[in-house]
Structures are given as C-alpha cells and as structure tokens.
C-alpha cells in the first residue's frame, strides 16, 4: 500500500502542514560556528566532535547532554533540547544507513526552538524515505533507511489472517480508497461458492 501524507499525520502525528523548509548545505567552518552557537560547546570540542562530512556521533550527544540539572541556565538547557531533537530526527524521521551520526545542518531547523512545532515535519520525512526507497531499489544497494516504521506490518497478524481464510488486510487508520475495493472480494467470494454449488450438482446428478 502506497504511504500517504494522511497516514503519516494519522500513525505518526506529524504535521503535513506548515513551514516548508530544508538544511541548507554549509561550509564545514559554518558547521563549526554553529554547533558551537546550537549547542554551547567551545571552539576545540567543536573541531573535534564534527566529522569531516559535517557530522555527529550519536553517543557523544547522548554523553554530553542526556542530564539536565535543576540549576542549569535556560541556555543549557535549550542546547540540551536540541542534541535531543538532533537524536531523535537521525534516528526517526531522517534516519539513514550510517546509523550512528546525524548531520549538523539539521540545527538550522532547531536554532529557533520556537519555530520547531511550525515546521512540516511529515513532508520533509515522507520525501526523505521515498527517496531512500528509490536508492534501496539500486542493484547494488542492499540496506533501506528512513523512517521504515511507516512501512511495517505485523506480518504474524497478517499471516494469521490469511491462514483463516483472509483474503486482505488494511492498515490503520483504513482509508476510504481501501474500503472502496472490498466488493471485489465479494464477488469472487460469491463465484467461488456458486462454482463449489454447480460441482456438487452435477456430483449428484451423475450419482
């Protein structure tokens, strides 16, 4: 079933509408000034942390700023806010094969933590994992990345239903298009027992 922006808003609850921007690609001296600017750290740590893709390691945010005082400054606790949101879109919404880092360019979007909730954040994460999609489907790829919770189903349930006689499975919430087509079922359905009906008459009429 194809993924729609209605099913992200519904499963995930995230926006489908609002701001429509993107990280802007940056100079790795710009990725310096703004770790350090986003996440209050000094220059040196800066140089150090950032890779030479302008990346970060998921560890050293959940090192540095997994623990928020009672008395830490609300400066610190806002760099502390964004290493989170930094976490959780490298790992969610624009996960990707790395599986341990997450681009920095990304803070462009966090810098303004007031701004955050005003972002269409359902838009940018269904393009980013059907653009995965499109490079999973390279002869040479073998690992699919972006939010792939969006494309999972229990396949014990489905299994199940198939099993006792299912011939069909929605996903929640069930879109009106799907229900649309369950009186192709029951068509067959029906031919199927007026097939069995007509056997069993000339069964008997042979006896």
Known sequence: ???TLNDVSQLVGLQVEG???HAVDKTREECFAMVQRCLGVMADVAEDEVTTNNRVEFEWLKETFSEVLDGDSEERVDCCARAYLLCLLGITLF???TGTTISVQFLTLLEDLGRVRDYAWGVGGLGHLYRQLGQASRRNCKQLSGYTSLLEDSKNVVMKGVTHGGCDYFIKPVRIEALRNIWQHVV???????????QSDIIEDGE
Do not use: S
């Open 95 to 97: 996960a990707d094969k």
């Open 19 to 21: 701001l429509a921007e």
């Open 188 to 198: 067959w359905k029906r031919k199927d027992v007026w097939k069995d009906f007509e």
């Open 1 to 3: 079933m194809t993924i």
